[in-house]
Structures are given as C-alpha cells and as structure tokens.
C-alpha cells in the first residue's frame, strides 16, 4: 500500500537518528581524526536509505529492543535474518500495514502526500542549485589539465561531479598560496567528494522533516573538509602546515552542498586542527580500521 512508504520512512529515520547520534559522540573525541569520522557518517546515511539489514546479536538495536523497538523478519534461514526495524508499534500486522486504530491510516495517507510534496520541492531545488553552479564557471577559462580561472567565484572549488574540474579566481592565478590550494582541491577530487556530498544531500532531502537529517549533513560537509585537509597535510613537512593553515584563514568563506570550497565553512576549526596536526602511524591507521568495522557492525545491524 502507498501509505506503507511513509511508516517505514519514519522508522528509518527514527533508527538514523539513534545511530547519527552516536556518530555524533564519537566525532567529539578530540584525537579521533576527521578522516575517520568521515566515513562514520556513511552509518546513518545508510541507515536513511536501507530499509532493511542484516539481524545482529551484539547490534545497538539487540540492546534496544528489549526497552523500544521490534523487529519485523523478512527472510530468515540457517540462522541468518533480514529484518526491518520498527520503532513506531502502531499496526497489528505488516505488509501491507494494517493499524492498531484505522485513523493512523489517514494520518499516515496524508503524512505520505505532503512528505511527497515538500521533497519533490527540494529536489527540483538541488537541481537548480547544481545547475546554477555550473552555470557559474560555463565561461571558465582553462589553465592547465583541469584547473580553470574564472571572474564570477570568490572562492577555489571543485565543480562538478562526472568530469570535476578545479575553478579558482583569477585574483589567484599568481598567488603563492595557490600550491595549497591545488593540493587541497586535488584531494576533494581524488576522494569523489562532490558525489558523496550530492548523494548525501539527496538522501537528506527524502529526509527532510527531521531535524536530525539536517544536522547530520552539515556535520559531514565539515568532516569532508577537514578529511581532505588532514590529507594534504600528510603529505606536507611539518614547517609547511603553518604555511597551509594561513592559506586558509586568508580563503574566502564560503558554504555550498554542491561544490567543494578551499574555503569552506568552519575555517576556524579547521585551522585549529591543522596547527595541532599529528600523522597517523601504519599502526593507528590499522587500529581505525577496526574501530569503523566494529561500530560499523553495532549500527547497521538490526536485533537479533
């Protein structure tokens, strides 16, 4: 039933919510790096857009369950499950949903068609915003490979998501700091960024009435900045970071979803973590690994 679509929407983004928000605890250690907490954010991201997973017996949701949730199996053999997480309780049976009180169906039927409404408004608005990026630079003039000069931007960006190309102010083509600069957007470009931000943007559109969802993506937009960041900043002595870091504070701030700007907002944090930058050891680097693995498992997965 079309009314279905929306109950279990609400319940993706009721169990997007819990795990974001641990995400959101992890990501307040001060030593953990931003290019591990980057890839934390795929968590809730997916948890927005999976509607189902995998059952779990040492899973967040296995805790849950006991105080706030329930699980609705969808196939289960030798032992294995997929299942649907359900937090909202409100129906007798499922597939198609049938309510405990026949007018959750009507509140549910028009919950569905202004949802609908209100995201196909925002997606059209992604596009034109996408369109009119694009169109900003249609005049770019090429320098090299793909680093184009233009006079309509204030700030160096990535454009651009099939064939990315780096678009910098002509007030910069002489500019010393441009090396840092290249480096920095070199890295969104390596790393797909302008796609992830894109996809992570539409799916906090189809997740648009809550609050969470917003805040989730804001958080990922910083954490993609500083990401790329700590990767140029790898790559740099440690008597070139106060080099980079005033490259920074010297960038024009700017805050866009659909390019990746050198001077992209929170340039404060961004460049108190760049002066107290520390690389990571093979070590250290295994250890986060593992780390992301295990939460991994403990939030993508559904009660056992």
Known sequence: MPTDVFYWLLNMSITASIVGAIVLLLRAIPKLPRRVTVYLWAIPFLRMTLPVAVNGKYGLMTLLARFATKTVTLYEQDGAAISVTNFIRAADSYFPVVYQVDRLHDVFAVSLVIWAAVAGLLLLAVALLYGKAMAAVRHAKRRQDNLYVSDTVTSPAVFGIVRPKIVIPSSLETDEKLRYILLHEQAHIRRRDNLWRMLALIITVLHWFNPLAWLFFKCFLS??????????????????????????????????????????????????????????????????????????????????
């Not at 790559?235 to 001077?263: C, D, M, Q, R, W």
């Not at 108190?272 to 593992?290: E, V």
């Open 223 to 304: 954490d993609l900045e500083t990401a790329c960041d700590e990767r140029v900043l790898s790559s740099l002595s440690p008597a070139e970071h106060k080099a980079y870091a005033l490259a920074l504070i010297n960038s024009v701030e700017v805050t866009s979803p659909v390019t990746s700007a050198f001077g992209g907002a929170g340039l404060r944090a961004r460049v108190n973590r760049i002066l107290s930058f520390k690389k990571i050891t093979a070590a250290s680097a295994l250890a986060f690994a593992g780390m992301v693995a295990v939460i991994a498992y403990m939030l993508l997965t559904n009660a056992a």
